[in-house]
C-alpha cells in the first residue's frame, strides 16, 4: 500500500513544472566535488545542496540528465542528521522524496556519476563545458530554470600540470603526487546555465582594472605572440564599461579562456568568459578579424544576463540586446562615432535583409532570431537614448541594475524605471520598437543621418560608372565610402587605387577578380599586406590571371599560413596540385598535408577548409572520407551539417560511395 502511495506521489509530481517547484522550494547553494574518467567520457561527483522550504511537499526534484547514482542521498534540517531518504529517477529529473516543511532549511549530499553527451565536452586531454542552450543539468545536478538562482561552487580533481578554471575566486589549490584539487568560491547565485569549467594547457597574464578586479587572460602557451593582438583593449572596456554603465562589476573577478572547437563565438558563464580560440590571432590577423566585438559583448553580459536575467526567452533581449548595445558603446570609446554608426548601419542592413526575406518578427517573441534579439535591440536601445537624453537613459540603467541584481526581469521592469526617470509615457517607442513586427526604417535611416560620415557614405554612387567614381578613390572620402565605390565599379579600377589604406586594398583583392595587365604591378603588391584575407584573394586572383607568373606567386607565398583554419596555407596547397610546373617531385607530399588538415586533431574550421579543397581536386580517399563521416557528429552543428551534406554529394560518384557505406558501419560500431 505504501508503495501504491509513492507511486501516485510520483505520477502526481512528475507533472508538477520547473516553475511550479520554484514557488515551492528555494535551491540556495550547491557545491560539488568532481573528477573525470576521460576514456569513459565520463564525470564523476558529490554534490552538497541547499535548500529552503516555501511550501510543504513530498518531494523535489533536480534536474539530471541520465544520472546514475553512486551513494545514497543524505538529507538532513535542524530535527534530524544525515537521514536516508528514498529517491527515484527519469532520463531527465532526480527526485528526492521525503516530508518537507515550509520554513525548514535543508541539506542533501550523494554521490554520482554522469555521461554527458552535451553541455560538457572531454576531447583528448581537454575539457570546457557550454551550458546556454545545452543545460547543464548534463553533468552537474541542477535546476534548467533560470529564475531560480543558486550560489554554486566547485572543487575540480584533474591531472597535474593543467589549469583548472572554473566560476568565481580560486580559493586552493591542493597539489599531489599525480593530481591537483582546485577549489572555487561563487560569493553571489546565479541561473545554472552559467555555471562552467575550462580545462586545458594554458599559460595566464593577468592586469587589474581601475576598480581593482583582477582580470586574466589565458591562452595556449606556443601563442605568446598573439595574446597582446587577441586581447587588445581588454582592460580599457573593462574600466569603461564599469563607467558607462555606472555599476561597479558584479563579480569579484573575471577572466577569459579560449578552447578549440567551440560551439559559439563566445559564452558569458559568470566571472569565466569562454570564447572560440578562431580569435586568437597575430599582429597581422587582427586586421582582418578579431576579438574585440566578441570581448566586449561577453564582458557586458556580466551585468546584462549573468546579474540581472531576464525570466524567459520573451523577454531575451534584454540579455543580448544589451550586450550587443554595450559592446557598440565599447567599440565607440575605441574606435570612435563613425564607426558606432557604421556598426549601426550594419546592423541595419541584416535586418532589412531578414524583413525582406518574410522573416521579421517582433523583439518579445521567444522564437525570434538571433539577428533580432541582438540587432533589433541595439538599435531599440540606441533609438531609446536617443528619445529621452544621455543623463535620464544612465540614471535609468543604474537604478534597473541596483534594483534588480541578482534577481529576474521582463521587459516591462526595464521600461517602467525608464519612464519614471524620464517622466515619458513610452508607450508608443514599445509599440514600434518591442511589439511591432514591421522594422522602422525610416526613424533608422533619420537616426544614421546625423552622422555627417553616414551621410557622404549614402550620397555616394557609382552604379553608373563615371571619371568621378576614379576621384572618389584618390579623394578624401571615407574608407568606407571608397569601398563602396570599389564594390560599384571593380572593372574600372587604375593603378592610382591601390593608394590607399589597408581596408581599401582589402576589398580590391576581395572585388577586383579578373585582374588586368594595367593593374597587375600594383595588384601584385596586395601580396605584402598585412592581412590573410587580401593575401588568400590576391594570390587565388593573380594566379588565375596570369598563368605564365604561378609558379612566382606560389614561391612568394609558400611560407604564409594565415588564420587557424590556415586559409592561405590550404589555399597554397591546392593551387600547388594545380600548378605541374611547380615543384613536381612533392605533390604526394602537398596532398598528404591537405589531407591531415581534415583529420579530427584538426580545428573544425581548418578541416571544412581542407575539405572543401579535397572536393574541388576529387582527391577524397578512404583517410579523408572516414574523418567526414566522424565529423557528422561532431558537436558544432554548423561543421556536423556541412559534412553531411557534403556526403551526400559525394556519394554521387559510386566508388566514393563505397568507400562512405563502409565506414559509415565501421563509424557506427
Not at 599525480?178 to 595566464?204: N, R
Not at 569565466?272 to 564582458?299: C, P, Q, R, W
Not at 537614448?385 to 544621455?390: F, K, T
Amino acid at each position: 500500500m505504501k508503495l501504491f502511495c509513492n507511486l501516485l506521489l510520483l505520477l502526481f509530481f512528475f507533472g508538477i513544472s520547473a516553475a511550479q517547484q520554484t514557488s515551492i522550494v528555494d535551491f540556495l547553494s550547491i557545491k560539488a566535488d568532481l573528477e573525470f574518467l576521460k576514456d569513459e567520457k565520463t564525470i564523476k561527483g558529490t554534490v552538497s545542496i541547499q535548500l529552503q522550504m516555501d511550501q510543504d511537499t513530498d518531494s523535489i526534484f533536480l534536474d539530471a540528465k541520465n544520472l546514475k547514482l553512486d551513494s545514497q542521498v543524505s538529507l538532513s534540517d535542524r530535527a534530524f542528521q544525515n537521514k536516508k531518504t528514498n529517491t527515484y529517477s527519469t532520463p531527465d529529473k532526480f527526485y528526492i522524496l521525503h516530508k518537507f516543511e515550509a520554513g525548514h532549511t535543508y541539506n542533501v549530499e550523494f554521490s554520482y556519476q554522469m555521461q554527458p553527451k552535451k553541455a560538457l565536452y572531454i576531447v583528448e586531454d581537454r575539457i570546457w563545458t557550454q551550458g546556454q542552450g545545452k543545460y547543464t543539468s548534463n553533468w552537474l545536478p541542477s535546476i534548467d530554470d533560470v529564475n531560480d538562482k543558486i550560489e554554486f561552487d566547485l572543487a575540480i580533481t584533474y591531472d597535474n600540470g593543467y589549469e583548472v578554471l572554473a566560476n568565481g575566486i580560486l580559493k586552493d589549490k591542493q597539489v599531489g603526487a599525480k593530481f591537483t584539487t582546485w577549489h572555487y568560491d561563487m560569493q553571489q547565485p546565479m541561473a545554472s546555465y552559467l555555471v562552467a569549467l575550462a580545462i586545458g594547457k594554458y599559460s595566464k597574464k593577468t592586469e587589474i582594472s581601475k576598480s581593482g578586479i583582477p582580470l586574466t587572460y589565458y591562452y595556449y602557451p606556443e601563442d605568446s605572440l598573439k595574446v597582446e593582438p587577441t586581447y587588445r583593449y581588454s582592460k580599457r572596456m573593462f574600466d569603461f564599461l564599469e563607467e558607462e554603465i555606472g555599476v561597479a562589476f558584479p563579480w569579484d573577478n573575471y577572466r577569459q579562456v579560449p578552447v578549440k572547437d567551440f560551439l559559439y563565438s563566445g559564452m558569458e558563464n559568470t566571472s569565466l568568459t569562454i570564447f572560440s580560440d578562431s580569435f586568437v590571432v597575430d599582429s597581422i590577423g587582427y586586421h582582418d578579424k578579431n576579438y574585440i566585438m566578441v570581448n566586449a559583448h561577453e564582458l557586458a553580459h556580466q551585468w546584462f544576463g549573468d546579474d540581472v536575467t531576464a525570466i524567459s526567452s520573451e523577454h531575451h533581449w534584454l540579455q543580448e540586446g544589451f550586450a550587443t548595445y554595450y559592446a557598440l558603446l565599447a567599440e565607440r570609446d575605441l574606435f570612435g562615432d563613425d564607426h558606432y554608426y557604421w556598426q549601426l548601419f550594419e546592423n541595419a542592413q541584416e535586418l532589412i535583409a531578414q524583413e525582406e526575406a518574410g522573416e521579421s518578427t517582433s523583439l518579445l517573441d521567444p522564437k525570434s532570431s538571433s539577428t533580432t534579439f541582438y540587432k533589433k535591440g541595439a538599435w531599440a536601445l540606441h533609438m531609446l537614448r536617443e528619445q529621452v537624453g544621455d543623463d535620464v537613459f544612465e540614471l535609468a540603467i543604474k537604478r534597473y541594475l541596483k534594483k534588480f541584481a541578482y534577481a529576474n526581469v521582463e521587459t516591462s521592469d526595464f521600461i517602467n524605471e525608464v519612464e519614471q526617470a524620464s517622466g515619458f509615457d513610452l508607450s508608443n517607442f514599445e509599440e514600434e520598437w518591442l511589439t511591432n513586427i514591421v522594422l522602422p526604417e525610416d526613424a533608422m535611416v533619420k537616426s544614421l543621418k546625423k552622422s555627417s560620415f553616414m551621410r557622404e557614405y549614402f550620397d555616394i554612387n557609382c552604379e553608373t560608372y563615371s571619371e568621378l567614381c576614379k576621384d572618389y578613390l584618390v579623394s578624401n572620402i571615407s574608407d568606407k565610402a571608397k569601398i563602396k565605390v570599389v564594390s560599384q565599379t571593380s572593372s574600372h579600377i587604375t593603378p592610382e587605387a591601390f593608394k590607399n589604406t589597408l581596408e581599401v586594398r582589402q576589398a580590391i583583392a576581395g572585388y577586383v577578380q579578373a585582374v588586368s595587365a594595367e593593374i597587375k604591378p600594383e595588384y601584385e603588391s596586395l601580396l605584402n599586406d598585412k592581412s590573410y584575407i587580401t593575401i588568400e584573394n590576391a594570390l587565388y586572383n593573380l594566379w588565375a590571371s596570369f598563368p605564365e607568373d604561378r609558379v612566382k606567386y606560389l614561391e612568394k607565398t609558400k611560407n604564409v599560413v594565415g588564420f587557424n583554419d590556415k586559409n592561405v596555407r590550404v589555399l597554397w596547397l591546392a593551387l600547388n596540385l594545380n600548378t605541374m610546373e611547380y615543384q613536381p617531385e612533392r605533390k604526394q607530399l602537398v596532398l598528404e598535408e591537405l589531407i591531415n588538415y581534415s583529420l579530427s586533431s584538426e580545428h573544425f574550421e581548418l578541416r571544412m577548409n581542407a575539405f572543401r579543397y579535397l572536393k574541388l581536386l576529387g582527391a577524397f580517399e578512404k583517410k579523408s572520407i572516414a574523418s567526414l563521416v566522424q565529423a557528422t557528429k561532431h558537436p558544432v552543428w554548423q561543421f556536423s551539417k556541412f559534412a553531411k551534406n557534403l556526403l551526400e554529394e559525394l556519394e554521387k560518384d559510386l566508388e566514393l560511395k563505397a568507400i562512405i557505406s563502409e565506414e559509415k558501419k565501421h563509424n557506427t560500431n
